[in-house]
């Protein structure tokens, strides 16, 4: 694992949300190693939109599952998601909005830097 995870700027990340608490490893990062098989990167803002769609595609992020200690996710939340769902969204036009400083670089394995920023919150 890195010994400091980067973002798409090449800077440390910063927290992407503590409550929820997000991230692959539950601590609040974006970040990422070779455990993590759905590479849990994108530090994005949940919508209405995205939830519903993430649903239908079979990830139902909305219904809390106390088994996992995880409360279910409501529009403006903020959490780490798949590298890959996040790419879904966007060819479907229903990617939600990122936040560049939280995301991992290793997104850039996928999209440009042009298409994050044109769904930056924090630029």
């Known amino acids: 694992m890195e010994s400091v995870a980067l973002n798409v700027l090449g800077l440390p990340m ?11 490893y539950r601590d609040g990062l974006c970040r990422t190693d070779t ?21 239908a595609a079979g990830n139902d992020l909305s219904t809390p599952m106390p ?8 529009p403006g939340d903020h959490w780490c998601l798949c590298a ?3 790419v879904e969204a966007l ?13 991992h670089r290793k997104i850039l394995q996928f999209v440009t830097i042009d298409v994050l920023k044109k769904y930056a919150l924090d630029l």
């Not at 455990?35 to 649903?55: N, P, Y």
């Not at 088994?67 to 409501?74: A, E």
């Not at 479907?92 to 909005?97: F, G, S, T, V, Y």
């Open 67 to 74: 088994m996992y200690q995880f409360p279910g996710l409501l």
């Open 84 to 86: 890959l769902r996040w």
């Open 91 to 103: 060819e479907q036009n229903k990617a939600p909005k990122i936040f560049l400083k939280r995301t």
């Open 14 to 24: 910063d927290v992407c949300c503590e409550s929820p608490l997000t991230g692959f």
């Open 35 to 55: 455990e993590d098989q759905g590479r849990h990167i994108v530090c994005c803002e949940m919508t209405e939109e995205f939830l519903a769609f993430s649903k």
